[in-house]
């Protein structure tokens, strides 16, 4: 028997890079696509007056509920990335916090999207648009749970992937570290909910936490190598040691 063998591969689930794409696609295409409908009006700011809030609304139905379905949509394939790259860290011997700390974030991001897309279907409703008191708050809402809330926990999912990851060398270093600064601006976010003018933070975090959890979704090995006797590896620091191969 050869001195390093490969752990088998037990729970492989569906491929994290093709959820990857797929939630990413979604949620690009829910701008893309509502923005065109809108002839060119992006989704308003909660930070902006009263008056232009309620009149995209108004004039925009038809784009705020595509937008709403879309990224409903995409809230599907986070969670069960969330759930298979938990799953996947398990397999490859992470005890650590990192894995939980993965799959809580990366539903509670789930979750909280799926929440504001519904706050924004309830925005294209008729009876909703002529009373604009209503319309602010369901805005609000929709901004803190998509915005700020969904933000920051999809920070969570990626340091619980990225931290585990380089400890146990299962990412290249540098996606790793990369990874960790993501999750850093993402964490900052959070000072959205006191400070306005910190809400640049949120598609800075949002869009490169895609872009980062589609390479990590390719480039997460399924498998790891392991070597005979119970040598600790460089996991070490995450709790976690290689067992023994007889």
């Given amino acids: 028997m050869s001195p390093e063998t490969t752990r088998p591969q037990r729970n492989a689930g569906p491929p994290l890079g093709v959820l990857a794409v797929v939630f990413t696609a979604l949620f690009l295409g829910a701008i893309a696509v509502s923005t ?40 599907v394939p986070m969670a069960i990335y969330a759930a298979t790259v938990s799953v996947r860290l398990r397999d490859l011997g992470i005890r650590a916090p990192g894995a939980t700390i993965a799959l809580a974030g990366g539903l509670l991001a789930a979750g909280l999207l799926a929440v504001s897309a519904l ?43 990225a931290v585990p990851g380089w400890l146990a060398g299962l990412l290249p270093r540098p996606l790793a570290l990369a990874g960790l600064a993501v999750a850093a601006v993402a964490e900052l976010s959070t000072l959205t909910l006191l400070v306005p003018d910190a809400a640049f933070l949120l598609p800075v975090a949002r869009f490169t936490a895609l872009a980062w959890l589609v390479a990590v979704g390719f480039l997460l090995p399924r498998t790891r190598p392991r070597r005979t006797g119970s040598t600790p590896n460089r996991s070490e620091g995450t709790g976690e040691r290689k067992e023994s191969h007889a």
Avoid at 141 to 152: E, Q
């Fill in 119 to 161: 706050f924004g279907w309830a925005l294209s409703r008729p009876e909703v648009l002529t009373e604009p008191v209503v319309v602010r708050t369901l805005q609000d809402l929709a901004f803190a749970a998509g915005g700020t809330g969904h933000v920051v926990f999809l920070g969570l999912l990626v340091a619980g992937v």
């Fill in 36 to 75: 065109a409908m809108a002839g060119g009006a992006t989704f308003p700011s909660p930070f902006g007056s009263a008056a232009e809030i309620v009149a995209y609304f108004h004039d925009n139905p038809d784009a705020v509920r595509v937008n709403a379905f879309l990224q409903f949509a995409a809230s």
